[in-house]
């Protein structure tokens, strides 16, 4: 590879990010598969959205950096240093599930230690909450970037034009990005906006704006850093549009083929960024078949060691319903 396409990227670097993206991509297949043996009520997952994740993920600086991600964010959560086995507990609502012991729904992630903030429901609001505390870290001069990220539909919010606006007069440390699946649910993009890209409307709040393919990993990464390094520098927020396929239903409680053509759903198909990442590496000579299959192997393994210690670990008990909830515990 050419190295002025690596971005001061080594090859250590390239396995770990490919090792990252596959582990999502396993962990969200397992979490469907268990919610179809009816282990699970509910799985929403970030098939195809697990490139981009790792491209924007990788520029940030774990133990330093704070992300506010939504339900699809298992690609940024492991970069970030959540582990299999705690996205599992967290999956199954167990006791020891850092997230929240088993009170939130479940892929609303939150691990204070390393950095990930919990999220509302309620689409849109951790945009809100990243500025918020772009503005105290700005303020007490601490050296960190906010990430957060929401889907195009997300983006109809107001909370969301409310945060791009204070970001942009305090030019605040923020990496606001939207990862653009063309549906919200059922309600596709055009639905949604008036323009074609969420990126444009950067502009009228005085940020930059860009929109990057989701399956060029290399270039998502490029924007990322780009972005993080101008946060860094004290020169305010962006806002970056990644074009990602979902690769599933909404969740496990959606059927697309009620508001997709058979076509559209095949055509899906080709945009798979795992299968390219890998392509990829092999084409620049990063990694051949052997590897790929051995990282695979180590993959399933660890995803198959999370999933059983996870559901043989305890479930929360009764009389702690209230605690985790409210400063001052509620006495049964
Ligand atoms: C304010 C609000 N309205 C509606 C919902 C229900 N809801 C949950 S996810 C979702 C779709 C969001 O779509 P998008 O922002 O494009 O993200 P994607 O799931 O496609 O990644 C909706 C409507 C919600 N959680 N909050
Ligand atoms: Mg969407």
Same mark, same amino acid.
């Given at each position: ?7 001061? +990227? ?56 704070? *992300? ?59 945009? +809100? ?44 440390? *923020?990496?606001?990005? *939207? ?7 059922? *309600? ?145």
């Amino acid at each position: 590879m050419a190295d002025d396409r690596r971005m001061g +990227l080594t090859k250590e670097d390239l396995k770990e990010m490919y090792r990252l993206m596959l582990l999502a991509r396993r962990l969200d297949e397992r979490q469907w598969q268990l919610n179809r043996m009816g282990q699970a009520p509910f799985a929403i997952g970030c098939r195809g959205h697990e490139g981009a994740q790792i491209g924007i993920s990788w520029a940030l600086k774990p133990g330093r950096d704070i *992300v506010l991600p939504y339900y699809r964010d298992l690609g940024v959560v492991l970069r970030m240093g959540m582990t299999p086995k705690e996205v599992m507990l967290d999956f199954f609502a167990k006791a020891e599930g850092p997230s929240s012991g088993g009170r939130q729904m479940p892929s609303h992630y939150s691990h204070p230690q390393k950095g990930i903030v919990t999220q509302s429901s309620t689409v849109a609001t951790q945009t +809100l909450h990243a500025a918020g505390m772009a503005y105290a870290a700005q303020q007490l001069k601490e050296d960190r970037v906010f990430y957060t990220s929401i889907g195009e539909g997300s983006a109809s919010q107001g909370e969301f034009h409310e945060a791009l606006n204070w970001a942009g007069v305090y030019k605040l440390p *923020v990496l606001f990005v *939207v990862q653009n699946n063309q549906y919200a649910i059922s *309600v596709p993009a055009s639905k949604q906006m008036a323009v074609d890209r969420v990126s444009v409307r950067a502009a009228g709040f005085g940020l930059a704006g860009v929109t990057v393919d989701g399956l060029k990993i290399l270039d998502v990464y490029e924007a990322a850093k780009e972005a993080v390094e101008r946060a860094r520098r004290g020169e305010g927020a962006t806002l970056l549009e990644v074009m990602v396929p979902r690769l599933t239903g909404h969740s496990t409680d959606d059927d697309p083929r009620t508001y997709m053509t058979q076509e559209e759903m095949e055509a899906l198909k080709h945009r798979d960024p795992v299968g390219h990442f890998a392509s990829f590496l092999k084409e620049q000579g990063v990694v051949g078949d052997d590897e790929l299959a051995a990282i695979d192997q180590e993959v399933r393994k660890e995803v198959d060691q999370a999933t059983d210690e996870a559901q043989k670990a305890a479930d929360p008990r009764p009389e702690d319903l209230y605690t985790r909830l409210y400063a001052t515990p509620i006495e049964l």
